[in-house]
T-cell receptor, first 116, second 114 residues
Framework: AQKITQTQPGMFVQEKEAVTLDCTYD???????LFWYKQPSSGEMIFLIY??????QNATEGRYSLNFQKARKSANLVISASQLGDSAMYFC?????????????FGSGTRLLVRP | DVKVTQSSRYLVKRTGEKVFLECVQD?????MFWYRQDPGLGLRLIYF???????EKGDIPEGYSVSREKKERFSLILESASTNQTSMYLC?????????????FGNGTRLTVT
């Protein structure tokens, strides 16, 4: 079964510190894409970072990096130097081919709160 | 930047009403999607469309239909709203099919059915 698991419903981090949000995935397909999205209280889902299953290097985008461990099927998001504006829900998602279509499967999310 | 616009942020409707949720994107994207988001369940795909007048069922299509008469517009229709359709609805678009193409989302419509 194709599935994304985020085991941390909520997390706290001190401003300016780094934080890791966990994500594990389950698929038998060799080809897939992994995404992280941020959802502030305003409701919009904001695309943060992408990692392909065949990418050799971990993806980075500014303060965001993705710790991709293929053998463990994990794709953890690392946010460096946390800012108050990072407080939001974070969703891990996996894009796979299902029933001849590309589907994006989401985890249940992690709520991050950055403390001043 | 891609802009996906959902016509309403908040809607309150009565049970049995026909409800239209509108979504417009301005980047000429081929693909458009409707999700609903519920606490603890993440986002679940209702319907999607890869082209004008084309639609495909997602994971939870029951009680919903869609319309895509123009490339930029994708409408979600609740034929007869029920209280279990109270939820946050998110529209998204992507430039192309493929594993690498991210979805770009609108701000969401929070629908309450009483």
């Amino acid at each position: 079964a194709q599935k994304i698991t985020q085991t941390q419903p909520g997390m706290f981090v001190q401003e300016k510190e780094a934080v890791t949000l966990d994500c594990t995935y389950d698929t038998s397909d060799p080809s897939y894409g992994l995404f992280w999205y941020k959802q502030p209280s305003s409701g919009e889902m904001i695309f943060l970072i992408y990692q392909g299953s065949y990418d050799q290097q971990n993806a980075t985008e500014g303060r965001y990096s993705l710790n991709f461990q293929k053998a463990r099927k994990s794709a953890n998001l690392v946010i460096s130097a946390s800012q108050l504006g990072d407080s939001a829900m974070y969703f891990c998602a996996m894009r796979v081919v299902m029933d001849s279509s590309y589907k994006l499967i989401f985890g249940s999310g992690t709520r991050l709160l950055v403390r001043p | 930047d891609v802009k996906v616009t959902q016509s309403s942020r908040y809607l309150v409707k009565r049970t049995g009403e026909k409800v239209f949720l509108e979504c417009v994107q301005d980047m000429d994207h081929e693909n458009m999607f409707w999700y609903r988001q519920d606490p603890g369940l993440g986002l679940r795909l209702i319907y999607f469309s890869y082209d004008v007048k084309m639609k495909e069922k997602g994971d939870i299509p029951e009680g919903y239909s869609v319309s895509r008469e123009k490339k930029e517009r994708f409408s979600l229709i609740l034929e007869s709203a029920s209280t279990n359709q109270t939820s946050m609805y998110l529209c998204a678009s992507s430039q192309q099919q493929g594993l690498r193409s991210p979805l770009h989302f609108g701000n969401g419509t929070r629908l309450t059915v009483t």
